[in-house]
């Protein structure tokens, strides 16, 4: 038997491959530095949402949200922080994930 695809709901928003590869390279990459533990992906009718964790039991330190309704107004990619606070928002993903890339850096430093 071969791959099957997961079923596609009508009107449901999810991640293409090389968006979801993007945000999974930076999860492992903060995995692999002892930042994040866990994950969790919704996929809905209006969003797409990839959370990152620091710890199972706890509300996401990060959210990166993909909305396409906002497309032609402010972008459609945002992160969010912890406190539900919008820290970037744009057209593009790699932009949006900056901040964490950032972070990341600093991390790595220490």
Known sequence: M???PFPKVAGQVGFERAELTRILDLYG???????????AMDMGRDAAIFSAFRRAAERPEFRIEKRP????RQGMWALIGEGGAVL?????????LAPVERRLMKLVEE
């Not at 692999?32 to 866990?38: C, I, K, L, Y």
């Not at 309704?69 to 032609?72: H, K, S, V």
């Open 69 to 72: 309704a906002l497309r032609n």
């Open 88 to 96: 970037k928002r744009g057209h593009e993903l790699g932009p949006v």
């Open 29 to 39: 990459r903060m995995v692999a530095a002892g930042h994040w533990r866990d994950y």
């Open 2 to 4: 071969g791959i099957v």
